[in-house]
């Protein structure tokens, strides 16, 4: 594929596709002229400008979106009984935010979670995605998912896409991204780690999916805390 192909696809898909896996973009792209039973990269791009349903079929082959709720239950274990005691024993409140969130199951478990720690009420979360359809999942989870009020009041979400906006206004205490960085290249990895890294407040913890880990957490100022955990050091 082109630069410009791949630039082409991009603006037709509203999505960064130079930072994902060239060989993931290729594999989607693929299964995309399959489907949609096209012949080349240009004649995608125009029925994606043109489809609104095909692009949110190719969005989502790219922004691969796989949760649901309690998903790695190890991760959760370890969010139970090692950090979350970490980050609450101080009695501030808990900014939490879902980097990647998804259809909002995995902030919502921690909601939960949290809600049977008796923190709920002190504690602020935040989903974001780059995925609109994902947000609109999110909210009627939290809407239609059995939620109490008094945790569904503390979830909100928003569209954020990591490669081109960063990090929300923190900082935050508690940030989890799991299993995004492995869909993108090297270069866009370690951009996101460093935003990832920049967002959290001093003593913050950063939860990344369990096949991931930094490579060197002492150069975005981290120390590893658990397994795929890691703690911001106070500077």
């Known amino acids: 594929m082109?630069?410009?192909?791949?630039?082409?696809?991009?603006?037709?898909?509203?999505?960064?596709?130079?930072?994902?896996?060239?060989?993931h973009v290729f594999r989607s792209v693929r299964r995309a002229l399959e489907r949609e039973h096209l012949i080349d990269q240009a004649s995608l791009a125009a029925y994606l400008r043109n489809d609104e349903a095909a692009c949110s079929r190719f969005r989502?082959?790219?922004?691969?979106?796989?949760?649901?709720?309690?998903?790695?239950?190890?991760?959760?274990?370890?969010?139970?009984?090692?950090?979350?005691?970490?980050?609450?024993?101080?009695?501030?409140e808990l900014t939490v935010w879902s980097a990647g969130?998804?259809?909002?199951?995995?902030?919502?478990?921690?909601?939960?979670?949290?809600?049977?720690?008796?923190?709920?009420?002190?504690?602020?979360?935040?989903?974001?995605?780059?995925?609109?359809?994902?947000?609109?999942?999110?909210?009627?989870?939290?809407r239609?998912?059995?939620?109490?009020a008094q945790v569904r009041s503390r979830l909100r979400w928003e569209h954020r896409d990591l490669v081109r906006d960063g990090a929300p206004e923190g900082p935050w205490r508690l940030v989890i991204c799991r299993n995004l960085a492995i869909y993108l290249n090297p270069e866009a990895k370690t951009a996101l780690h460093a935003t990832l890294a920049g967002a959290l407040a001093s003593d913050g913890v950063l939860l990344l999916g369990r096949s991931e880990r930094l490579s060197s957490p002492q150069a975005l100022g981290l120390e590893r805390v658990g397994a795929h955990a890691y703690r911001k050091v106070r500077g």
């Open 144 to 148: 239609d998912g059995s939620l109490a």
């Open 60 to 92: 989502r082959s790219i922004a691969v979106s796989v949760s649901r709720m309690f998903r790695d239950p190890g991760q959760f274990e370890l969010l139970e009984h090692e950090l979350l005691p970490l980050l609450l024993a101080d009695g501030r």
């Open 2 to 23: 082109t630069p410009a192909a791949l630039e082409e696809l991009s603006r037709a898909s509203g999505l960064p596709l130079e930072a994902y896996r060239r060989s």
């Open 101 to 142: 969130c998804a259809d909002g199951s995995e902030l919502a478990s921690l909601a939960l979670l949290l809600d049977r720690l008796g923190a709920i009420e002190r504690a602020s979360l935040l989903g974001s995605d780059v995925l609109v359809e994902n947000l609109v999942a999110a909210t009627r989870l939290a």
